[in-house]
């Protein structure tokens, strides 16, 4: 994995290679967990980081539900390197992941993604049919089982926020509901989105604050402030509803109504000019920075436990 | 393999709650074929919509008609994706020697 290019975008298979490689250089302290598969039938993988023998307190991470926001699964990967290079060095992160185990979904939506590269490269949702519809495809972040189908959501399976027929209709989700569900210590899930620079934290579906807004809020501000010291990229936090617009069935919203206090979702960098597009060249920066994010949650949750 | 030529992606100023209200009713017009990249939520919050080229026309008459502002974020989609395409093949032959 030292000679991957991490400045470039790649394929399913490339990714999945590469998963592969990081867990045969790594094999104490990586390995591959097969949590399902698709609806066409490919394989659904997380990367398991782990220096323990029995399952600790986790925190997740997953990137690319959105198949077309390409920056994300690229700076997924550059994570999963970050993880193996800076573990033992870094003192910060070494503690992390000396208590907890992290999970990273690198890529949450394989049927979508591997149609960005072949057929459509805008296609955001899953390839799912809906029974009735020439229309393909359920958004993967309006179908999970919290104010499922509520305003913030559309129920037209041509829409690209279709909800779905059901809550976990799609087994990209399911999969992810039953993994975390089954874990029962996930303390703190992130779930990287791109564009629009933004750090959000529930609720999405209503307006209501959640329980713990004053400390999300706090964790957010200092998370960002972190993002920002690299290189000056700013982002604004707060909760999905006031910050962006109402969505219903996120998975952020989910997953904190599961007990997991530290429930977040980034929007990566927006340089204004290309949106789905970020060129090659910005993905490090972008992995750079959203890393000291990530690191500002993951050390509170550390320092934090529930 | 979906073409798309002549698309824009228009970064839409929505200055107050009746340019937002305006650019919802955009969003309902299903013969355009819009595919809002951020949608319309709140003034002041930029809204980026990918055009494709035979509706490129009528929504910006539709903007201009009712004194919204926007600037056209990416000229051509598939140029870009030509040039990411490009950069891919290029990183997969820089690639194998080394593996």
Not at chain 2, 12 to 39: P, T, Y
């Amino acid at each position: 994995t030292d000679t991957f290019n991490y400045a470039a975008y790649h394929t399913l298979d490339e990714i999945y290679k590469f998963m592969d490689t990081l867990v045969a250089e790594h094999p104490d302290l990586v390995s591959k967990i097969n949590i399902g598969k698709t609806f066409e039938g490919r394989d659904i993988f997380v990367l398991k980081f782990s220096t323990g023998v029995t399952d600790r307190p986790a925190i997740w991470i997953d990137t690319g539900i959105h198949s077309r926001e390409w920056v994300t699964q690229a700076s997924g990967v550059w994570f999963a390197k970050k993880i193996t290079q800076d573990y033992g060095q870094d003192s910060t992160f070494t503690k992390i992941l000396d208590t907890m185990d992290i999970f990273l979904e690198i890529v949450t939506n394989p049927d979508g993604f591997a149609f960005t590269h072949s057929k459509n490269r805008m296609w955001r949702k899953t390839r799912s049919t809906t029974p009735g519809s020439l229309c393909v495809g359920v958004d993967p972040n309006r179908n999970w089982d919290a104010g499922f189908g509520m305003a913030g959501a559309s129920s037209n399976p041509c829409s690209d926020t279709y909800h779905g027929k059901s809550a976990n209709s799609e087994v990209e989700v399911k999969s992810i509901v039953d993994f975390v569900t089954k874990h029962g210590k996930i303390k703190a899930f992130i779930s990287i989105h791109s564009y629009s620079q933004l750090l959000l934290y529930p609720y999405g579906y209503k307006t209501e604050p959640a329980p713990d807004q004053a400390e999300l809020d706090e964790l957010s501000k200092a998370a960002v402030t972190a993002l920002a010291s690299l290189y000056g990229t700013k982002f604004k936090y707060g909760s999905i509803i006031k910050t962006i617009y109402q969505a219903s069935g996120s998975t952020i919203d989910w997953t904190y109504s599961q007990g997991i206090k530290y429930s977040f979702t980034f929007e990566l960098r927006d340089t204004g000019r290309y949106g789905f597009l970020l060129p090659a060249s910005q993905i490090i920066p972008t992995a750079q920075e959203t890393w000291l994010a990530l690191l500002t949650i993951m050390e509170h949750t550390l320092n934090h436990p529930y | 393999k979906e073409d798309f030529v002549g698309h824009q992606v228009l970064r839409i100023s929505a200055a107050h709650e009746a340019h937002v209200q305006k650019v919802k009713e955009l969003e309902d017009l299903e013969h355009l074929q819009l595919d809002f990249w951020r949608g319309p939520t709140q003034p002041g919050s930029p809204i980026d919509v990918r055009v494709p080229f035979l509706s490129l026309q009528a929504v910006k008459v539709f903007l201009e008609a009712h004194d919204i502002s926007y600037e056209t974020m990416i000229e051509d989609v598939q140029l870009l994706l030509d040039e990411e395409q490009e950069q891919m093949v290029a990183a997969q032959t820089r690639a194998l020697p080394l593996s």
